[in-house]
């Protein structure tokens, strides 16, 4: 269990981290939680539009019922990703993370 994640506000241990996934706009992981959500407000308004930014998007697996390998999520920017995929990077990170 990971009890120390890093981000959010300084000198706060946070015990959580956001569900939020940053992917760039050519689709390659960039970052995930804390991370993610704070790179992704410090881009510029008119570049933040190109990337993928995911936030709470576990949330769709509660909110659906009719949840198949099709279901799609959607970015802050409207774009639309399969949530196979989307959850395949969360996972690739989580798996790295507990590696290191």
């Not at 992917?23 to 993610?36: N, R």
């Not at 198949?68 to 990077?89: D, I, P, R, S, W």
């Amino acid at each position: 269990v990971c009890r120390k994640w890093e981000g959010g506000d300084p000198g706060v241990a946070n015990q959580k981290t956001p569900t939020s996934l940053l992917l760039t706009p050519e689709g390659v992981f960039h970052s995930f939680g804390y991370t993610a959500r704070d790179y992704y407000h410090d881009l510029d308004p008119e570049e933040a539009r190109d990337w993928l930014y995911f936030e709470k998007f576990k949330m769709k697996i509660h909110s659906t019922s009719d949840l198949t390998m099709k279901t799609e999520l959607e970015a802050v920017n409207g774009k639309k990703m399969q949530a196979l995929e989307v959850f395949a990077h969360a996972l690739r990170f989580f798996k790295q993370h507990a590696v290191q």
